[in-house]
């Protein structure tokens, strides 16, 4: 299986120097997607409602300090498999060219990440580390279809 760094790795090779923000959207949607079209995970690694939106935290310890990412080192996207990065260039097609201010209060509207936080009764703004489920994101998005 994929993990979240090839992921992320695969995502800067398409799109090039972006916010850390915009990657971990980025690499949410493309784990919510994945979810949906195939049916299981892209990557096991997890995912959490951070105040600011999904986030990696696997991710973060990599870039920590840095508001721009270049490339991803720790990850290597050839262990994508060709579905898989047809899958992530579906996602890229759709929200890669908007900008991580507006990912971020996307995903503040929607539900996987509203239910987690309030789950664990984090209020705005407050830090926490609950996970959004891949069942959640699975529900939900799959009912957008």
């Not at 916010?19 to 971990?24: D, E, G, M, P």
């Not at 994945?34 to 892209?42: A, Q, S």
């Not at 789950?119 to 529900?139: F, Y």
Request: proline content about 5%; charged content about 25%.
């Amino acid at each position: 299986m994929a993990t979240a760094d090839d992921v992320a790795a695969y995502i800067l090779e398409q799109q090039g120097t972006m916010s850390a923000v915009k990657l971990h959207k980025l690499v949410y949607y493309a784990q919510a997607w994945h979810l949906v079209w195939e049916d299981e995970p892209l990557f096991a690694d997890r995912i959490q409602a951070w105040a600011n939106g999904p986030v990696v935290p696997k991710l973060y310890q990599h870039h920590r300090g840095q508001f721009k990412v270049t490339k991803w080192s720790p990850g290597d996207s050839s262990k994508l498999s060709w579905g898989q990065r047809d899958n992530i260039d579906s996602v890229l097609q759709f929200y890669g060219d908007k900008e991580p201010f507006w990912l971020t209060e996307l995903t503040h509207r929607e539900r996987p990440w509203r239910e987690a936080r309030e789950q664990a009764r984090l209020g705005p703004g407050e830090r926490g580390q609950v996970e959004i489920t891949k069942a959640s994101m699975a529900e939900y998005y799959a009912s957008l279809v």
